[in-house]
């Protein structure tokens, strides 16, 4: 599919998610998508873990609206948001057996501190699996602050993963720049400990990462669903995981 | 409770761990905490596997794969009477990639 039709197909279907802390003020932003069925936004847990207060924003509308918690996943960094319109379509999840190294993958969101949907393509340039046991994908991409969230896509605009991190190599002296004090080091009255901390949040390997869609959990109501779907595993033949 | 050593690959006595899954210093310090052989710092970071080597335990990271999501910080537990520290044993030498979690 020719990306413009398929970000023109997904538009009203990816929102910006916004935290608020008591005060009102934003604390933080991520992305989320409608997915499994309409009034249900999938994000980050990261995005909006102990956050009191949730709003999501769709391309098309003008103001906020409230969205509710519904369900976190920690271990996967996944979180389901209930909000109320039912006029949005859902994305559908791609087929598993479809998902393999080198499918060129489409990710769209609201990075850095953009209010605009913002698409980018890449490449799921690896499948693997973190020390635990859960799979995770490397997206060859741009995957900045505020992707997270974001619906990682074949080029049909299918659903393969949820975006939630962009690549940094952890290393003691970055950790020691990040964990200072700032003002503790300074020239000419200049916080370098800021401009330090400021270039390593900014730095781009170009590597972004997604948890595939198969780990985001059910939300099951009868009143809506009948009965239960339960997600694919995310491996043919066999039960992934811890 | 029953404390179990560590050691580093240097062979230093790291600390201990203790049958709740808590992760300590030599001297008592509290480092972080297991989940099914899996260690995460203070602050939630994954630290690494217990590995069992010669008969002595270890927490090691492959520095090649990709970091698992941090988990929820653990509070402090109260500072616990930990046993006497152990003499530093024969080094290991670590496989490629391989390296202290703590």
Known sequence: MDCAILVEKIRRSVALVLTLNEKGKVSGKGSGFIFWKRGILVTCNHVVEASPIIKIKFPDQEVFSDAKLLITDKEHDLALLKFDDNTREYL???????????????????????????????????????????????????????????????SSGEVIGVVNAKRRERSDILTQVEEMGTGAISLYGVDLVKIYQALIENVQLGIGYAVPCSYIPAHHDPEIDGERKEPPSPVDGSKEGK | ??????????????????????????????????????????????????????????ILRNTYSVSPIPRTPKPAPPIPQVPAPLPAIPPIQLKIGFKDGF
């Open chain 2, 1 to 58: 409770m029953i404390y179990s050593s560590v050691f580093q690959s240097s062979g230093q006595h790291l600390g201990f761990t203790r049958e709740d899954g808590y992760i300590f210093s030599r001297d008592a310090a509290y480092l972080g905490w297991l989940e099914e052989g899996f260690a995460w710092d203070t602050e939630g970071q994954f630290r690494g596997q217990v590995f069992d080597i010669n008969g002595n335990r270890y």
């Open chain 1, 92 to 154: 559908k999840a791609a087929d598993i057996k479809t998902v393999k190294e080198g499918l060129e993958v489409v990710f769209a969101g609201y990075p850095l501190t953009l209010f605009d949907l913002t698409t980018h393509q890449g490449t799921l340039s690896a499948i693997t699996k973190d020390p635990t046991g859960i799979i995770t994908y490397l997206i060859d991409g741009t995957v900045n602050g505020g992707n997270s969230g974001c619906p990682l896509m074949n």
